[in-house]
């Protein structure tokens, strides 16, 4: 089982970038597709990003595309969140997970086990 460790928010202006970062362990990381998800609070969950195993094709939300980018660095077992041009309505916990699937089964899927996330806020 691999597990999840995510990094990099902070508090950041309107307009203003992040880039997150989530650490894996284990040693089928390579095999996962992965993707970033989001809590802002009193809602649920929802879908940012993903990308399948190689890094060769990535998939986004309507909300973010254009402004964050996915990748990976499968030698260092980590997936990146590159977030450009924020905005307000971006703030919340941002968490990873992932599974041995094509990538446009990383959103719907039910995953047991979440990683703490990280928080970011946009400021206006």
């Known amino acids: 089982q691999v597990q999840l460790v995510e990094s990099g928010g902070g508090l950041v202006q309107a307009g203003g970038s992040l880039r997150l970062s989530c650490a894996a362990s284990?040693?089928?990381?390579?095999?996962?597709?992965m993707g970033w998800f989001r809590q802002a609070p009193g809602k649920e969950r929802e879908f940012v990003a993903a990308?399948?195993?190689?890094?060769?094709?990535?998939y986004y939300a309507d909300s973010v595309k254009g402004r964050f980018t996915i990748s990976r660095d499968n030698a260092k077992n980590t997936v990146y969140l590159q977030m450009n041009s924020l905005k307000p309505e971006d703030t919340a916990v941002y968490y990873c997970?992932?599974?041995?699937?094509?990538?446009?089964?990383?959103?719907?899927?039910?995953?047991?086990?979440w990683g703490q996330g990280t928080q970011v806020t946009v400021s206006s």
């Open positions: 997970n992932g599974r041995i699937a094509a990538v446009q089964a990383i959103p719907g899927f039910s995953y047991a086990y």
């Open positions: 990308i399948n195993w190689n890094g060769g094709i990535t």
């Open positions: 284990g040693r089928t990381f390579s095999g996962y597709a």
